[in-house]
Nanobody, 115 residues
Framework: QVQLEESGGGLVQPGGSLTLSCAAS????????MGWYRQAPGKQRELVAT???????SYADYVKGRFTITRDNAKNTVYLQMNSLRPEDTAVYYC?????????WGQGTQVTVSS
């Protein structure tokens, strides 16, 4: 069983920055993808960014150039540095760990971008 503990959400003004962290523990396959998804009220959950244990990284078009995902394999931790935040980035951000076709989700952390 995998546990994901997220931290770092909050309220920030437009143009501001936040960093999210997600630490995984439990039975973790060494080959996996970790990443971030988000869900705004009334919308479907959508991909933000992923980083594989092998070093491959991908971003959704709407965050490219503003968000940076990094991971520390030794700590089983993934980070999301979010810059130039916009009101439309407001959502609950979920950490995910995908391994052996199983998706594990964190509990989510609220990010609100508002003046």
């Amino acid at each position: 069983q995998v546990q994901l503990e997220e931290s770092g959400g909050g309220l920030v003004q437009p143009g501001g920055s936040l960093t999210l962290s997600c630490a995984a523990s439990g039975s973790i396959f060494s080959i996996n993808n970790m990443g971030w998804y988000r869900q705004a009220p009334g919308k479907q959950r959508e991909l933000v960014a992923t980083a594989s244990s092998g070093g491959s990284i991908s971003y959704a078009d709407y965050v490219k150039g503003r968000f940076t995902i990094t991971r520390d394999n030794a700590k089983n931790t993934v980070y999301l540095q979010m810059n130039s935040l916009r009101p439309e980035d407001t959502a609950v951000y979920y950490c995910a760990l995908i391994a052996a076709s199983v998706v594990n989700w964190g509990q989510g952390t609220q990010v609100t971008v508002s003046s």
